[in-house]
């Protein structure tokens, strides 16, 4: 398997066919590409970054800034690509850039089955808040709320 060099980029209209082919892939209720041009389109921006491998988007990462809080919308990396530490590299990146801007807490919804995605969440010192009964609509799971305080850290670059 090729070395990951790639440090994460801010997203771009043209990673967008890439982006929702990864989304097909992972999730039973695809975000559509009309949702992410019109975050990628708002004003201040959506944070949304991407990990490319020879020139093919193999994860990203969005989210909302709202005043002190950074929302994670959403995190996903390629199955064949998962495992390799893509989405620690969105994540410190995501929430750097967010805390830059005066952030200090990170929240999240995680399906409450994702044993993979509560892990990796847990790395970051996300603690679960709250459950949303029902709040998948695909299969009535429920979601677990996360939150993580991240303005009292120092993220890498
Ligand atoms: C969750 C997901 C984003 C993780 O991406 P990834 O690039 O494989 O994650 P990383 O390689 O950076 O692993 C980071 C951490 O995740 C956790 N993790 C990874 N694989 C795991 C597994 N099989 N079981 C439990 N935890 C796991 C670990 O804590 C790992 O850290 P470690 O390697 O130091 O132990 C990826 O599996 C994915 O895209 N899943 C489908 C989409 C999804 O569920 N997104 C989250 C929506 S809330």
């Known amino acids: ?74 995190v996903a990396v390629t199955t064949k690509r998962q495992g390799r530490g893509v989405a620690k590299r969105l994540l410190t990146e995501g929430i750097r850039i967010a805390c830059e801007q005066g952030v200090r807490m990170a929240t999240l919804e995680v399906r409450s089955s994702n044993e993979r995605a509560i892990g990796l969440y847990e790395h970051y010192g996300f603690r679960p808040v709250a459950i949303r009964r029902g709040y998948y609509s695909d299969n009535g799971e429920d979601a677990i709320v996360m939150l993580a305080d991240v303005g009292d850290r120092t993220w890498g670059g």
């Open 1 to 74: 398997m090729p070395t990951l060099s790639a440090n994460p980029r801010a997203m771009e209209l043209c990673d967008l066919d890439d982006v929702c082919a990864i989304e097909m892939e992972l999730f039973p209720t695809p975000w559509s590409r009309e949702a992410f041009e019109a975050d990628l389109k708002r004003s201040p921006p959506t944070l949304a970054l991407v990990v490319e491998e020879q020139g093919r988007v193999i994860g990203y990462v969005v989210g909302w800034i709202i005043e002190d809080e950074f929302h994670i919308g959403n």
